[in-house]
């Protein structure tokens, strides 16, 4: 008997895209699945869609907690030996889960992986729009590193319940970026991300204030992503039981620093410096991130007065573009 999998679907106030993400799970060339729909406390019309699929999903609905926790809950219910995410605006191609059982069950005997594939990057219309392809890792490069710097989307990969469970599943705590976490720590624990070329999804990308991703780098407080990558550090030191890797040391001063960025442009300047000093003690020569010619421009200036100048030069743009037309 083939394998079963378990696809969960956390909703909060989806309606516009919901129903077309359930009926692409319930599509599947493969057969043997189960789809749980966790609603986070929607207040539009995504229950009524939820419950219009009666017996063909199983799912429940409870206050709002956020996406996190809701795929939390949705590993607990969930049966299946392989887990597949599916964010409520997102699309699985029809033989997604066909084609990565196939690829799931060639990995060795034995050997603790995972295998994960592509997405098609695409606009609220459907439309595809540029996409970011994913770099699979190199024979000699780090894993750590990789998956840092190179971590795929939620829906790329075809997770084992078992070790999610041993990982302890999303970090509830984390606003935004929790696939990164939770990629992260697998490799931690001795998962092998296996990568297949080849689509298995379509991702939505769209500005909308509502979603998680769009939100500021603020929102949770000025210095809470400082606390999550000193956490990542922390914890990648305690698990390897030596020092950082220069590659290692390299990703996580860009990340400090394009988060001090974020923060800086919030407004949270005494904040931004201890995100860019943080920065320059893991990798002074490469941590600065940005185009031409802000680095240039911090090297001269610091980044308070290049990020001030960046911002003043975007918005002469704008003003003589508005003009134009």
């Known amino acids: 008997m083939s394998t079963l999998v378990s696809i969960i679907i956390p909703c909060c106030n989806s309606e516009a895209f919901l129903q077309e993400a359930i009926a692409s799970a319930l599509n599947q060339t493969y057969?043997?699945?189960?789809?749980?729909?966790?609603?986070d406390g929607s207040t539009d019309g995504s229950l009524g869609i939820i419950r219009s699929f009666a017996d063909q999903i199983r799912w429940e609905t409870g206050e709002n907690r956020g996406a996190p926790l809701a795929r939390n809950r949705g590993i607990e219910l969930a049966k299946g030996e392989y887990i597949k995410f599916l964010d409520a605006d997102d699309?699985?191609?029809?033989?997604?889960?066909?084609?990565?059982?196939?690829?799931?069950?060639?990995?060795?005997?034995?050997r603790k992986a995972i295998v994960y594939g592509d997405a098609i990057w695409v606009d609220q219309h459907s439309q595809p729009i540029r996409s970011y392809p994913v770099r699979p890792r190199q024979p000699e490069e780090d894993a750590i590193a990789h998956i840092l710097a190179n971590s795929p989307l939620t829906s790329c990969p075809l997770h084992k319940r078992e070790y999610l469970q041993d990982v302890g599943g999303f970090d509830p705590l984390l606003p935004r970026s929790q696939?990164?976490?939770?990629?992260?720590?697998?490799?931690l624990a001795g998962v092998?991300?296996?990568?297949?070329?080849?689509?298995?999804?379509?991702?939505?990308?769209?500005?909308?204030?509502?979603?998680?991703?769009?939100?500021?780098?603020?929102?949770?407080?000025?210095?809470f992503y400082f606390e999550t990558l000193q956490k990542h550090k922390q914890i990648i030191e305690a698990k390897t039981d030596k020092p950082l890797l220069a590659e290692v040391q390299k990703i996580l001063s860009q990340r400090f620093w394009t988060y001090g960025r974020g923060v800086l442009r919030e407004g949270h300047v005494t904040q931004a410096k201890e995100y860019?000093?943080?920065?320059?003690?893991?990798?002074?020569?490469?941590?600065?991130?940005?185009?031409?010619?802000?680095?240039?421009?911090?090297?001269l200036l610091g980044p308070y007065w290049a990020e001030l100048l960046i911002n003043k030069f975007r918005t002469l743009l704008k003003m003589l573009s508005s003009t134009a037309s």
Do not use: W
């Open 192 to 223: 092998e991300f296996v990568y297949y070329p080849g689509s298995v999804y379509k991702y939505r990308e769209y500005v909308d204030t509502h979603r998680i991703s769009h939100r500021g780098y603020s929102s949770q407080g000025a210095m």
């Open 91 to 110: 699309i699985l191609l029809p033989d997604c889960l066909e084609k990565q059982i196939v690829q799931a069950n060639q990995l060795s005997a034995g």
């Open 276 to 299: 860019f000093a943080t920065a320059r003690q893991l990798n002074a020569r490469d941590c600065i991130t940005g185009n031409i010619p802000y680095p240039i421009l911090v090297k």
């Open 31 to 39: 057969s043997n699945l189960e789809i749980i729909v966790i609603d």
């Open 179 to 187: 696939e990164h976490d939770l990629h992260l720590r697998l490799v």
